[in-house]
């Protein structure tokens, strides 16, 4: 069974700030990661898929990275806001199939 | 645009009566999947289905029940309510890879 790791559990950080959160995993034979955004009380936003194939994918202010060999993958975020306090989930297929494992998650807060 | 809803949002109920909740989608995904958040815990899986007709267990199944008649619906039946199932319970679709989420679901079973 695919574990995935997240730490920290939460990071609190002053504003325009750069994020840098971490996600790993112990299958590395992934087919692709999935970054995450959960904001109170609702569901999850999807963010960023990234392919087994490539190393980076960006939108906007993230960008995450992809090392299979490592079983890491890492989301950043550019010039933290306010409006960046969530918690963020990353979560990777169970082997060779389309269902997810999630991590816990990151809980962030970005402090005006 | 296209979407997946959930309904009810919110929804208190008892001990051994049966609960249904309704997940829909409007983009013609073949995969869609339940799953439940709790502190703690995280998200885990509770059924999925790849197509009409098609349902599979997840992690923990147990006490839950799906049936896929359409692409567009994906209902998640409670047999007999535990308060032990008192969670969020969330649906989601995918065409490929990239799954998308309902808004949620609150149950609360007294």
């Known amino acids: 069974k695919q574990e995935v790791t997240q730490i920290p559990a939460a990071l609190s950080v002053p504003e325009g700030e750069n994020l840098v959160l971490n996600c790993s995993f112990t299958?590395?034979?992934?087919?692709?990661l999935q970054w995450f955004r959960q904001d109170p009380g609702k569901g999850l936003t999807s963010l960023l898929l990234?392919?087994?194939?490539?190393r980076e994918q960006t939108s906007g202010r993230l960008n995450a990275s992809l090392d299979k060999s490592s079983g890491r993958s890492t989301l950043y975020i550019a010039a933290s806001q306010p409006g960046d306090s969530a918690t963020y989930l990353c979560?990777?297929?169970?082997?060779?199939?389309?269902?997810?494992?999630f991590g816990a998650g990151t809980t962030v807060t970005v402090r005006a | 645009d296209a979407e997946i809803t959930q309904s009810p949002r919110h929804k208190i109920t008892e001990t051994g009566r049966q609960v249904t909740l309704a997940c829909h989608q409007t983009?013609?995904?073949?995969?869609m999947f339940w799953y439940r958040q709790d502190l703690g815990h995280g998200l885990r899986l509770i059924h999925y289905?790849?197509?009409?007709?098609?349902?599979n267990k997840g992690e923990v199944s147990d006490g839950y029940s799906v049936s896929r008649s359409n692409t567009e619906d994906l209902p998640l039946t409670l047999e007999s309510a535990a308060s032990s199932q008192t969670s969020v319970y969330f649906c989601?679709?995918?065409?490929?890879?990239?799954?998308?989420f309902g808004p949620g679901t609150r149950l609360t079973v007294l």
């Open positions: 289905s790849y197509g009409v007709h098609d349902t």
């Open positions: 983009w013609n995904h073949n995969n």
């Open positions: 990234i392919q087994s194939s490539q």
């Open positions: 979560a990777v297929p169970f082997s060779n199939d389309y269902k997810l494992s």
């Open positions: 299958d590395s034979a992934i087919y692709n």
């Open positions: 989601a679709s995918s065409y490929l890879d990239e799954q998308f």
